[in-house]
């Protein structure tokens, strides 16, 4: 069934603040593919990080990436984790030192933690005016 999965810096505007993400890197992929072949539904390791998102009642949805008016790139199972980045919120803490180590370090290569700055994501915010999407489409 098709789904409608919004760009993260879209989310964060909609926020109006930083967003939480994680991609997901299988090291059997061929590094010099442009389109990997993966079935991210099927990732083990994305599938334990969701279970522990929803055991934690820590709200997650599939996102895109950074919208760009040049092309996409692969999905990369990433989701966005409807979570602020706060160090006084302990189910911030506890998801950051889930994937972390105490360094800052990741603990698992293969799911790489980032946040998005809602200045950064505010680049693209002409994207959301009415029929900004149509319109670069006819000009393909």
Same mark, same amino acid.
């Given at each position: 069934?098709?789904? $409608?999965?919004?760009? &993260?810096?879209?989310?964060?505007?909609?926020? #109006?603040?930083?967003?939480?993400?994680? =991609?997901?890197?299988? !090291?059997?992929?061929?590094?010099?593919?442009?389109?990997?072949?993966?079935?991210?539904? !099927?990732?083990?390791?994305? #599938?334990?990080?969701?279970?522990? $998102?929803?055991?934690?009642? &820590?709200?997650?949805?599939?996102?895109?990436?950074?919208?760009?008016?040049?092309?996409?790139?692969?999905? /990369?199972?990433? &989701?966005? &984790?409807? $979570?602020? /980045?706060?160090?006084?919120?302990?189910?911030?803490?506890?998801?950051?030192?889930?994937?972390?180590?105490?360094?800052?370090?990741?603990?698992?290569?293969?799911?790489?933690?980032?946040? $998005?700055?809602?200045? /950064?994501? /505010?680049?693209?915010?002409?994207?959301?005016?009415?029929?900004?999407? =149509?319109?670069?489409?006819?000009?393909?």
């Amino acid at each position: 069934m098709p789904a $409608l999965i919004e760009y &993260i810096d879209a989310i964060a505007r909609k926020k #109006q603040r930083d967003v939480l993400f994680v =991609e997901f890197h299988p !090291q059997d992929d061929d590094e010099d593919s442009c389109f990997p072949r993966h079935d991210w539904e !099927q990732n083990p390791k994305r #599938q334990t990080f969701l279970h522990w $998102l929803d055991g934690h009642a &820590i709200a997650w949805c599939s996102c895109a990436a950074f919208a760009s008016e040049n092309g996409f790139e692969s999905s /990369m199972g990433r &989701i966005y &984790i409807d $979570l602020p /980045m706060d160090e006084t919120d302990p189910t911030y803490c506890k998801l950051r030192d889930y994937l972390e180590h105490p360094d800052g370090s990741l603990r698992d290569e293969a799911i790489r933690f980032y946040v $998005l700055p809602l200045e /950064m994501a /505010m680049r693209n915010a002409h994207h959301d005016e009415p029929g900004f999407w =149509e319109r670069r489409a006819e000009e393909f």
